[in-house]
């Protein structure tokens, strides 16, 4: 694997996105390129926390919120 494609690879990694037989392969390469290889992960993670911290949470919809009582009223009526 090329150390582009272990970068591209690396930004599905770090969102839990590889599928089971590509992380065998990507923890191979992350061996094999070690410390810049590290650091690229490191740096998505950044990124990935970054853009998470970024998000506004949406505003819960009066339904939903009411269906969602609804729930809890007939669990506690059981």
Do not use: W
């Amino acid at each position: 694997m090329s150390f582009d494609e272990f970068q591209n690879r690396a930004r599905l990694y770090v969102i839990g996105a590889l599928e089971p037989d590509e992380i065998d392969e990507f923890e191979q390469a992350r061996k094999e390129y070690g410390r810049p290889a590290e650091d690229f992960i490191v740096e998505c993670y950044n990124l990935h926390e970054a853009f998470a911290l970024s998000l506004r949470p949406e505003k819960t919809s009066d339904a939903l919120k009411d269906r969602l009582m609804a729930m809890v009223r007939q669990r506690q009526g059981r």
